[in-house]
Every structure is written in C-alpha cells, then in structure tokens.
C-alpha cells in the first residue's frame, strides 16, 4: 500500500493550498506515520509521525485533519505584523525625521520632533557586559545638555536579538533603566534590529552609515548611530566605544547651525 503523501504549493500570498493523495477509496482515510512531502523544485523528504503542518517561520500551525480521497483543501495563515506599519517605507525616507518608530507606551513618535537637534541612537539592552554604558550616556547626556539644552538627544531602542539578554517587558525596561542608572533621556518601546522584522529606522541607519568592511548589519548590544542637525548619519560606533569618547564629534555636531 502506498504512503499517503502531500504537495505543497505556495501561492506567494498568505494562502497555501495543499493536495492529499491516499491509495484508499472509502471515506475518511487517515495519514500514515510515514509522510512524503514534495516540494515546489521536485525534491522530497519524509517524515515519521506527521501530526501536523507547519506553515512558513511567524505563520500559525495547521493540524492535518481526516481527509476523503483526493481531497483538497486550503490553510490561510496569519503572518506576525510586520514593523514596516511603523514608520515611513525606508526606501522613500532622505533623513532621519522621515521615520516614527515606537515609543515604550507603543505609539508612533515622529522624529520629525527633533529637526535641527543633535541625537545618538543606541540599541541597549539590560543583562550585557555593556549594560553599564548606561551611566556614561546618562553622564554626556546631563552634561551636554546643561551646554546646549534640549539640542541634544539620545534615544535609547531595547532590544533582545543579541544572546536574549533584554527578555523584559517595556515597562520592565524603563523601571531597570530608572532604578538602577537614573537614565532621563527617553528609553523607546523594544524592537529589532537586524533580519525580516527590524525596525525600519535601523534598516536606513544601517544603509547609511555601514560598519567596518561595509557590514551593515548591528553586531552587538550598545552600537552608536550619531545624527546631526540636518537629520543625517554623521557616525557609528561599536559596542566597544564608550559613551565618553562621543564627546567630541558630538559637540561638533552641536556647534553646527541648525538648517531648518
């Protein structure tokens, strides 16, 4: 008796149809353990104890259920949302106040808040060696702001890609911020920053300003992305970098104009 087996045809959307096959005329066949699944290219591969189907990575599960002879059937998926809803598409995007990335209540924060001001962007995270960075950018942060007040900006983006070590909550984030490094300047709401699902405003940051050798994806906790008055990238840093040797090319920035 031939094994029962299913072709998987993707349709490019989020509706994948599949087409049972069973040797077994009367109704209600069931599955064997041993699946053959062939694929769009002709390859295939089999499974023991096939109970269920899996869809494309951030899409639900299926379970097969009991099928009649040559029956078809259809699955539509539901995809997680993806970050692009919040922000400007990056391809249309010619400076930093083009974005609206969110904030730790999860609302849209438009950066256009912040035309003509100096802001260093930093992906931050609470359980990494760099974690105590936080206390260098509170430090550059009070004090360049006692210079030149509210023309100086950092904002930080928590972020959990790197060895899971931001697994908090956002508001579990502000309070470990607060409590233990007295940090003022505003803590966004977490995202990602690297792969299919990364903030959109890191994704422009990235194209750029790339890192050494031209790598533009974000390696570590802590990386710097500095933004001057006229809302373009003037520099980035690796996790390495300490807050206080921004000074300088951030004061540099600051003594700039402002073209508005």
Same mark, same amino acid.
């Given at each position: 008796? &031939?094994?029962? &087996?299913?072709?998987?045809?993707?349709?490019?959307?989020?509706?994948?149809?599949?087409?049972?096959?069973?040797?077994?005329?009367?109704?209600?066949?069931?599955?064997?353990?041993?699946?053959?699944?062939?694929?769009?290219?002709? @390859?295939?591969? @089999?499974?023991?104890? %096939?109970?269920?189907?899996?869809?494309?990575? &951030?899409? $639900?599960?299926?379970?097969?259920?009991?099928?009649?002879?040559?029956?078809?059937?259809?699955?539509?998926?539901?995809?997680?949302?993806?970050?692009?809803?919040?922000? !400007?598409?990056?391809? @249309?995007?010619?400076?930093?106040?083009?974005?609206?990335? +969110? /904030?730790?209540?999860? *609302?849209?924060?438009? +950066?256009?808040?912040?035309?003509?001001?100096?802001?260093?962007?930093?992906?931050?995270?609470?359980?990494?060696?760099f974690t105590p960075q936080y206390e260098?950018?509170?430090?550059?942060?009070?004090?360049?702001?006692?210079?030149?007040?509210? /023309?100086?900006?950092?904002? #930080?983006?928590?972020?959990? *890609?790197? #060895?899971? *070590?931001?697994?908090? !909550?956002?508001?579990?984030? *502000?309070?470990?911020?607060? %409590?233990?490094? #007295?940090?003022?300047?505003?803590?966004?709401?977490?995202?990602?920053?690297?792969?299919?699902? $990364?903030?959109? %405003?890191?994704?422009? %940051?990235?194209?750029?300003?790339?890192? +050494?050798?031209?790598?533009?994806? =974000?390696?570590?906790?802590?990386?710097?992305?500095? =933004?001057?008055?006229? #809302?373009?990238?003037?520099? &980035?840093?690796?996790?390495?970098?300490?807050? /206080? $040797?921004?000074?300088?090319?951030?004061?540099?920035?600051?003594?700039?104009?402002?073209? +508005?």
């Amino acid at each position: 008796m &031939r094994p029962s &087996r299913f072709i998987l045809r993707p349709a490019y959307t989020s509706t994948y149809e599949f087409t049972f096959t069973t040797a077994h005329h009367r109704p209600g066949p069931k599955i064997r353990p041993t699946t053959r699944i062939s694929n769009a290219n002709g @390859s295939s591969s @089999s499974r023991r104890n %096939l109970n269920t189907i899996t869809s494309p990575p &951030r899409t $639900a599960v299926k379970t097969a259920p009991s099928l009649h002879h040559n029956q078809r059937i259809k699955f539509t998926t539901t995809t997680r949302k993806s970050q692009t809803a919040q922000s !400007s598409n990056m391809s @249309s995007a010619t400076s930093f106040y083009d974005f609206k990335p +969110l /904030d730790k209540r999860g *609302q849209p924060t438009p +950066l256009s808040e912040y035309k003509g001001k100096v802001v260093l962007i930093v992906n931050t995270a609470s359980k990494c060696g760099f974690t105590p960075q936080y206390e260098g950018l509170e430090k550059i942060y009070k004090d360049l702001s006692a210079k030149y007040g509210s /023309d100086f900006v950092i904002l #930080g983006f928590p972020c959990n *890609q790197f #060895g899971g *070590q931001e697994p908090g !909550s956002d508001e579990e984030v *502000q309070s470990f911020c607060q %409590l233990n490094y #007295g940090v003022s300047f505003p803590i966004m709401g977490k995202t990602d920053v690297n792969g299919d699902a $990364a903030n959109p %405003l890191f994704e422009w %940051l990235k194209h750029e300003k790339p890192g +050494l050798l031209g790598m533009k994806r =974000v390696k570590w906790n802590f990386e710097k992305f500095l =933004v001057g008055r006229d #809302g373009k990238v003037k520099g &980035r840093w690796a996790s390495t970098t300490k807050p /206080d $040797a921004l000074v300088a090319p951030i004061t540099e920035e600051l003594e700039k104009k402002a073209e +508005l």
